[in-house]
């Protein structure tokens, strides 16, 4: 039986992945002489050769994938009958909160923002699989504490949270993350459906 070039291999198991691998699981599609460590120098070449071709080979929270490249995925969109979904801005702004302040319970975000936080809104965050609770504030009721997910940092192909874009380089009014002093608050977010009036953070691909 030919050698298999493990290199090849790698650019197989990733192209026809529906997800990011891991270097676990990479690890899997070889014998005992090919440990963890040789991993990540193959993947490294193997993501060196895709230079300046439509496709690239990143690593995400998740692992690595081949993805297309940021700059051509405009245009592919035309070939989808399916349009990127459009979020509301109270949504973006609800991610972009615990995004960056990371725990927090719903009674932080509506401090934050002034307004009740519409259940609406949680649950499109949840649903989407950018959010979920990691645990509970030993205040009492104990409110759930919400935090971004590794589905979150995968659409946005990011490896951790540590990559997340300084603040001042998206269009986020400083102030939003900074507690209202007023205990005062308006009426709730009309949710996820209200127009979009300018996403926090963009838009993230599936």
């Not at 259940?119 to 990691?134: A, P």
């Not at 645990?135 to 104990?142: C, D, K, L, S």
């Amino acid at each position: 039986m030919t050698a298999i070039d493990p290199k090849r291999l790698l650019e197989a198991a990733l192209l026809a992945a529906r997800e990011p691998l891991d270097l676990a699981r990479l690890r899997l599609l070889f014998d005992e002489d090919l440990d963890l460590a040789s991993l990540q120098p193959l993947l490294d070449e193997l993501a060196a050769e895709y230079d300046g071709h439509g496709v690239e080979l990143v690593q995400v929270a998740s692992g690595w994938r081949f993805q297309t490249r940021p700059e051509y995925q405009a245009v592919l969109d035309r070939l989808s009958a399916e349009k990127p979904p459009r979020y509301s801005r109270a949504v973006m702004e609800t991610l972009a909160i615990i995004a960056y302040r990371q725990p927090v319970t719903r009674g932080d975000i509506e401090d934050i923002r002034g307004v009740t936080v519409s259940q609406n809104v949680v649950r499109t965050l949840e649903e989407r699989g950018w959010i979920d609770v990691v645990g509970h504030r030993e205040t009492p009721g104990r409110p759930a504490l919400y935090a971004t997910t590794r589905a979150f940092l995968d659409d946005l192909g990011l490896r951790s949270l540590q990559e997340l874009p300084p603040l001042e380089e998206i269009p986020l009014h400083a102030e939003l993350l900074e507690p209202r002093s007023d205990p005062a608050r308006p009426a709730a977010d009309a949710g996820a459906g209200e127009p979009p009036d300018g996403g926090l953070i963009g838009h993230a691909g599936a």
